[in-house]
């Protein structure tokens, strides 16, 4: 398990980017106040801690208890912990679910669920994102393999 201080989140986010682009695992966000957490899994770690950060900065996380934390008292009072897996994706929602459970984060920390899950896409943030790809892949040429 790697452990990242808060403040150190803010000044090498885009080095935890790089180091963990290509790993999948499970990572929480631990309260250094108390014993709440905010419990997490992805297959790719790197763009997920970059997004929570992100979404964190600019006040507009989906776990409404970890963004008023966040707001309240400073990332730099979280330690993200990191546990690198080879896990399915299936496989990581249930130690998710297990995680969640076992620290109570759901009752007693930042998750705002139970259980982990996949958020569901809408048609319009599908159309965004296509959007997105089309512009990014613009002027590229294919290889013919």
Known sequence: MINIDG???AKV???IISDYRNFSGLYYFKSKNDER???GSSK????RIKQHYTLLKRGKHHSIKLQNFVQKYGIQ?????????E???KDL???ETNLISSFDSYKNGFNMSMEAHMAP???EQRAIIGERMRKANTGKICSEE
Request: glycine letters at 4%; hydrophobic letters at 40%; a negative charge.
């Open 7 to 9: 403040w150190e989140i």
């Open 13 to 15: 986010r885009y080095k």
């Open 37 to 39: 957490v905010y419990v």
């Open 44 to 47: 790719h770690l790197g763009e």
């Open 77 to 85: 009072e979280l330690t993200l912990y990191v546990e690198i897996t």
């Open 87 to 89: 896990l399915s994706r």
């Open 93 to 95: 929602f249930k130690e």
């Open 121 to 123: 896409v809408t048609e």
